[in-house]
Protein backbone atom coordinates (compact mmCIF):
# COMPACT_ATOMS: atom_id res chain seq x y z
CA UNK A 1 0.00 0.00 0.00
CA UNK A 2 0.48 3.55 -0.95
CA UNK A 3 0.58 6.89 1.22
CA UNK A 4 -1.36 10.00 -0.44
CA UNK A 5 -1.32 13.11 0.83
CA UNK A 6 -4.95 15.29 -0.12
CA UNK A 7 -5.41 18.79 0.75
CA UNK A 8 -9.56 19.06 1.58
CA UNK A 9 -11.41 22.50 3.49
CA UNK A 10 -11.23 22.55 7.65
CA UNK A 11 -15.24 22.01 7.59
CA UNK A 12 -14.67 19.01 5.19
CA UNK A 13 -11.91 17.02 7.18
CA UNK A 14 -13.90 18.01 10.68
CA UNK A 15 -17.13 16.25 8.91
CA UNK A 16 -14.55 13.05 8.18
CA UNK A 17 -13.24 12.58 11.25
CA UNK A 18 -16.51 12.59 12.86
CA UNK A 19 -17.91 10.51 10.16
CA UNK A 20 -15.05 8.11 10.20
CA UNK A 21 -15.41 7.55 13.85
CA UNK A 22 -19.14 7.06 14.13
CA UNK A 23 -18.26 4.00 11.23
CA UNK A 24 -15.65 2.95 13.93
CA UNK A 25 -12.88 3.62 11.16
CA UNK A 26 -9.87 5.89 9.81
CA UNK A 27 -10.66 8.98 7.49
CA UNK A 28 -7.43 7.16 5.30
CA UNK A 29 -9.53 3.85 5.28
CA UNK A 30 -12.51 5.64 4.22
CA UNK A 31 -10.85 7.51 1.62
CA UNK A 32 -9.00 4.04 0.63
CA UNK A 33 -12.88 2.42 0.55
CA UNK A 34 -13.98 5.49 -1.35
CA UNK A 35 -11.44 5.25 -4.10
CA UNK A 36 -11.72 1.43 -4.44
CA UNK A 37 -15.74 1.87 -4.83
CA UNK A 38 -15.18 4.30 -7.47
CA UNK A 39 -13.02 1.85 -9.43
CA UNK A 40 -15.11 -0.92 -9.22
CA UNK A 41 -17.70 1.13 -10.68
CA UNK A 42 -15.93 2.77 -13.35
CA UNK A 43 -14.75 -0.90 -14.31
CA UNK A 44 -17.91 -2.15 -14.35
CA UNK A 45 -19.31 0.64 -16.40
CA UNK A 46 -16.84 0.53 -19.13
CA UNK A 47 -17.44 -3.16 -19.49
CA UNK A 48 -20.84 -2.78 -20.22
CA UNK A 49 -20.24 -0.52 -22.64
CA UNK A 50 -17.62 -2.33 -23.77
CA UNK A 51 -19.94 -5.02 -24.07
CA UNK A 52 -22.90 -2.96 -25.63
CA UNK A 53 -20.33 -1.88 -27.97
CA UNK A 54 -19.16 -5.05 -29.28
CA UNK A 55 -23.07 -6.37 -29.89
CA UNK A 56 -23.45 -6.10 -32.96
CA UNK A 57 -27.06 -6.47 -33.06
CA UNK A 58 -27.50 -2.93 -31.57
CA UNK A 59 -25.66 -1.69 -34.52
CA UNK A 60 -26.89 -4.01 -37.54
CA UNK A 61 -29.94 -1.77 -39.34
CA UNK A 62 -32.94 -3.66 -39.31
CA UNK A 63 -31.27 -6.14 -36.83
CA UNK A 64 -33.37 -7.63 -34.21
CA UNK A 65 -36.91 -8.08 -32.69
CA UNK A 66 -38.71 -4.37 -32.80
CA UNK A 67 -37.29 -4.01 -36.42
CA UNK A 68 -38.91 -6.99 -37.79
CA UNK A 69 -42.13 -6.17 -36.01
CA UNK A 70 -42.24 -2.61 -37.64
CA UNK A 71 -41.23 -4.61 -41.11
CA UNK A 72 -44.17 -7.23 -40.66
CA UNK A 73 -46.89 -4.02 -39.60
CA UNK A 74 -45.17 -2.57 -43.21
CA UNK A 75 -46.05 -5.45 -45.07
CA UNK A 76 -49.60 -6.36 -42.97
CA UNK A 77 -50.45 -2.79 -44.29
CA UNK A 78 -49.48 -2.77 -47.69
CA UNK A 79 -50.21 -6.53 -48.69
CA UNK A 80 -52.92 -6.80 -51.03
CA UNK A 81 -55.93 -7.79 -50.57
CA UNK A 82 -57.52 -10.90 -52.34
CA UNK A 83 -59.41 -8.29 -54.67
CA UNK A 84 -56.29 -6.51 -55.21
CA UNK A 85 -56.44 -3.94 -53.10
CA UNK A 86 -53.90 -2.38 -50.76
CA UNK A 87 -54.86 -2.71 -47.11
Known sequence: MKN???TV???VLEWAR?????RGTSV???VGDFLAEMQRREDAY???YLAWRTDERTWAPG???AEDA???VCF????????????
Open 4 to 6: VTI
Open 46 to 48: ERA
Open 63 to 65: AGP
Open 18 to 22: VEAAR
Open 70 to 72: ARS
Open 28 to 30: SRM
Open 76 to 87: ARTAPTAMGEGA
Open 9 to 11: DDN
